[in-house]
């Protein structure tokens, strides 16, 4: 088996270690906070998210301990309207196959390391402009490179460079251009 494939079955396991017994140790006579009871016609599918001014229902993904869902934002997995637990490990391993695609991937995990950078990082605009010129010099990838480009207009645009700001929106535009050029050369 390769490497994904080993932490995807990881994940799933830990997930369900997390879930089965808490379904299990539920009791099974009550009725289900939220859910369908058995005769009961089927109303429209529960999305699991709370709609403004209608009041949480116990074990929706607004419980305490779990992330808060930003408004506007709808869950929308495989297992909509299934039981709120299931409902949460579904979202929980959608979570977790978004961090092995930024882990995996370099290009992504590159820029995530970007953006610390020049945010989490508590540093001057000066410090931060001189690391991204030094880290511009020795970086290939062309994605990379445009993020940086982007991330030092953005400092240059703050500190009122405008002419440094033209620089580097120049010289991505000419990278990038070459870089296609190559590419259409290649096709014929």
């Known amino acids: 088996?390769?490497?994904?494939?080993v932490v995807l079955l990881l994940c799933l396991a830990v997930a369900a270690l997390v879930v089965v017994p808490y379904t299990l140790g539920q009791p099974q006579d009550e009725p289900r906070p939220g859910g369908r009871q058995p005769g009961q016609p089927q109303d429209e599918p529960r999305s699991g998210v709370r709609q403004p001014g209608q009041p949480r229902q116990p074990g929706s993904p607004q419980e305490p301990g779990m992330p808060p869902i930003q408004p506007g934002m709808r869950y929308r997995g495989a297992f909509t309207g299934t039981h709120p637990e299931i409902e949460?490990?579904?979202v929980m391993l959608q979570v977790i196959q978004r961090m092995r695609h930024v882990c995996f991937d370099p290009e992504t995990s590159g820029m995530v390391a970007l953006g610390a950078m020049k945010d989490d990082v508590p540093r001057k605009s000066e410090a931060v402009i001189k690391d991204f010129e030094d880290l511009l010099g020795k970086t290939?990838?062309?994605g990379l490179r445009n993020a940086i480009r982007i991330a030092l207009k953005d400092l240059y645009k703050a500190q009122g460079e405008q002419e440094k700001v033209l620089d580097m929106l120049r010289a991505m535009v000419k990278e990038n251009d070459a870089a296609c050029q190559a590419e259409t050369k290649e096709k014929k």
């Open 140 to 142: 290939k990838t062309l």
């Open 88 to 90: 949460r490990m579904d």
């Open 1 to 5: 088996m390769n490497r994904k494939t």
